[in-house]
């Protein structure tokens, strides 16, 4: 039992770290080696529940990246490839699903308790031949907060021209019953919200990303967009007002040589 709760003390610490890198795995997609690459950024997020206090919206982040011979860290997302071709990466990975909130942060959410990130678990395929990219994770969440599970399928095209990358990507996103009514339930012994029970839907995202990085410079500089449209099983709880959600980051890091 002791065990149990350092467990998931220590996990539940890594996803409120990681929780804070969320958009910077989008400016890496594997398939060549990278230093370790440390920053600072600012990240916007338009959480959809009702009232949704406005100071909770935009916060410091760390970024971190790092492509090593089979470690990566990719913002969010940590992993082991035991696959890494020109065209293919195959890996294991722990990823930070990035939701939650305190019941502080909104009226509406009084009562219903502080829901922490969690922790996820699983896999990653990337097919890049070119361009054209195709990405695929699952992981199950092992911090014992939500016990859901989330797979992503995305499609994105990833342009180089001089120190400048582009990537614009879209995404579909399914997230389990479990992971749903964690975040988005409404408990009976919430004050301002009626009792609302979620299950498993699929969300769709559109968005895109920018790195500048001038060749022989350690300093690279970024920024991003992500609008993210959710599934009724969402937008119908009692504790959300909005069918979307936009996110917005800009930062600069390092990169150690």
Same mark, same amino acid.
């Given at each position: 039992?002791?065990?149990?709760?350092?467990?998931?003390?220590?996990?539940?610490? =890594?996803?409120?770290?990681?929780?804070?890198?969320?958009?910077?795995?989008?400016?890496?997609?594997? %398939?060549?080696?990278? $230093?370790?690459?440390?920053?600072?950024?600012?990240?916007?997020?338009?959480?959809?529940?009702?009232?949704?206090?406005?100071?909770?919206?935009?916060? $410091?982040?760390?970024?971190?990246?790092?492509?090593?011979?089979?470690?990566?860290?990719?913002?969010?997302?940590? !992993?082991?490839?035991?696959?890494?071709?020109?065209?293919?990466?195959?890996?294991?990975?722990?990823?930070?699903?990035?939701?939650?909130?305190?019941?502080?942060?909104?009226?509406?959410?009084?009562?219903?308790?502080?829901?922490? $990130?969690?922790?996820?678990?699983?896999?990653?395929?990337?097919?890049?031949?070119?361009?054209?990219? *195709?990405?695929?994770?699952?992981?199950?969440?092992?911090?014992?907060?939500?016990?859901?599970?989330?797979?992503?399928?995305?499609?994105?095209?990833?342009?180089?021209?001089?120190?400048?990358?582009?990537? $614009?990507?879209? =995404?579909?996103?399914? %997230?389990?019953?479990?992971?749903?009514?964690?975040?988005? !339930?409404?408990?009976?012994?919430?004050?301002?919200?009626?009792?609302?029970?979620?299950?498993?839907?699929?969300?769709?995202?559109?968005?895109?990303?920018?790195?500048?990085?001038?060749? !022989?410079?350690?300093?690279?500089?970024?920024?991003?967009?992500?609008?993210?449209?959710?599934?009724?099983?969402?937008?119908?709880?009692?504790?959300?007002?909005?069918?979307?959600?936009?996110?917005?980051?800009?930062?600069?890091?390092?990169? *150690?040589?």
């Amino acid at each position: 039992m002791k065990m149990k709760l350092v467990r998931g003390l220590v996990l539940s610490a =890594a996803a409120l770290f990681l929780s804070q890198s969320l958009m910077a795995d989008e400016f890496s997609v594997g %398939q060549g080696k990278r $230093p370790l690459t440390l920053g600072l950024g600012l990240l916007y997020k338009d959480k959809p529940y009702k009232s949704y206090d406005s100071s909770e919206k935009t916060q $410091p982040v760390p970024i971190v990246l790092y492509e090593g011979e089979h470690f990566f860290a990719r913002g969010a997302t940590i !992993g082991w490839d035991f696959l890494d071709s020109d065209a293919l990466e195959v890996a294991v990975i722990g990823q930070f699903l990035g939701d939650g909130y305190d019941s502080s942060d909104s009226k509406a959410l009084k009562g219903n308790g502080d829901k922490d $990130p969690s922790f996820g678990v699983g896999g990653q395929v990337i097919w890049k031949p070119e361009n054209l990219g *195709f990405k695929f994770s699952a992981v199950q969440d092992i911090t014992d907060n939500s016990d859901g599970a989330q797979a992503v399928g995305q499609v994105f095209y990833q342009h180089k021209a001089g120190p400048w990358m582009i990537k $614009p990507a879209a =995404a579909v996103v399914w %997230q389990s019953d479990d992971y749903n009514d964690y975040y988005y !339930g409404v408990r009976s012994r919430a004050v301002n919200a009626n009792a609302y029970t979620a299950d498993s839907d699929f969300n769709y995202r559109l968005g895109i990303v920018a790195a500048y990085q001038k060749p !022989g410079s350690q300093w690279m500089f970024m920024g991003g967009l992500r609008y993210e449209f959710f599934g009724d099983e969402i937008t119908d709880s009692t504790i959300v007002s909005e069918d979307e959600q936009l996110s917005a980051l800009i930062g600069v890091a390092y990169t *150690f040589k």
